[in-house]
């Protein structure tokens, strides 16, 4: 379905540094419920989910010889559900695999500690590091440390590319292809009208849930506040939603930005990249998973 819209590099409220901290919070717990819910009967299976079953299908069994950076983490996200649903469903190839299962790292330019230590807690296939990343610069240590194991390293954007300005997602894409193997763009949003809708949806799904989550698991009254008296969260999550289908780029303009990224080697190193594209229901008839996966030819 083609874009009823030009790109837009609009602002995010909660990419602001004056936007509270609390709220911060709240938004993007909101967000990984979005990203790890599995209603039933509405739902087919979570986004998180969908996720986990596109890397098995496209990466096939070499999704073990791969190390899966998220480099956009922010309080977690979707990474520890994605990570979860991979390893329990994936067939070892062998006893080393089982054992081992596949690797996934949580990153960000502003380390989120608490929440990836509770996170890393529950699965041996999950860790952090505690340090600031930048996407674009990626330490020579990170990504070094693993393929010295012999791993590949595959770098996870999940509801995080659309932040990246023109100029931001060229150096972050150049910076993949010099020290990566791998990278998936995944998304719920774009500039469809289905696009545009699932934000609204998101909202009534707030509103709907928000006594549940914000008294039995939060343990937050305050939430209730700024969700019906005073709607600064709704306003936000809806507002921002919107605001991130029209940010959203089409496969064909991310693949524009690869090919125009000015990494090493030029268009021949391009040339070594397969990309991959599409959308995957997981909520009929609005819910989607938009993806972009890009690997190095074999």
């Known amino acids: 379905m083609a874009p009823l819209l030009p790109r837009m590099h609009l602002f995010e409220i909660d990419d602001q540094p ?36 596109l890397l098995s299908d496209t990466l096939g069994q070499a999704v073990f010889d791969h190390v ?10 979707p990474t520890p559900s994605i990570e979860r649903h991979l390893n329990a469903t994936l067939p070892p190839s062998s006893q080393q695999n089982e054992k081992e299962g596949v690797q996934f ?16 807690a529950e699965s041996s296939h999950l860790s952090y590091v505690a340090d600031p990343v930048d996407a674009a610069n990626a330490p020579a240590n990170l990504v070094g440390q693993y393929k010295d194991k012999g791993k590949k390293v595959f770098r996870l954007f999940n509801l ?22 791998g990278f998936g763009i995944f998304e719920l949003q774009d500039r469809t009208l289905p696009g545009l809708l699932m934000p609204i949806l998101f909202g009534i799904c707030i ?24 709607p600064v969260l709704p306003f936000v999550l809806v507002g921002d939603g919107i605001v991130s289908a029209l940010r959203t780029r089409t496969p064909e303009e991310v693949t524009h930005l690869l090919r125009t990224c000015g ?9 070594k990249w397969e990309v991959k594209s599409g959308n995957e229901i997981f909520m009929w008839p609005i819910g989607r998973v938009n993806w972009i996966i890009a690997t190095r030819k074999r």
């Open 68 to 77: 899966f950076i998220d480099f956009c983490a922010g309080a977690g996200g």
């Open 105 to 120: 790292v949580l990153t960000d330019l502003h380390p989120h500690v608490p929440d990836w230590k509770k996170a890393a």
């Open 207 to 230: 509103l709907l849930s928000a006594p549940y989550y914000a008294l039995c698991v939060w343990h937050s009254p305050w939430t209730l506040v700024f969700t019906y008296l005073i």
């Open 160 to 181: 995080a590319f659309h932040h990246f300005d023109d100029p931001l997602a060229r150096a972050i894409l150049k910076n993949t292809v010099e020290t990566s193997d």
């Open 18 to 53: 004056w936007f509270p901290p609390w709220f911060r919070s709240k938004v993007q717990a909101a967000l990984t419920i979005a990203w790890t819910a599995h209603i039933p009967f509405l739902q087919t299976r979570s986004p998180a989910q969908t996720v986990a079953n």
């Open 263 to 271: 990494a090493e080697g030029g268009p021949a190193e391009i040339e």
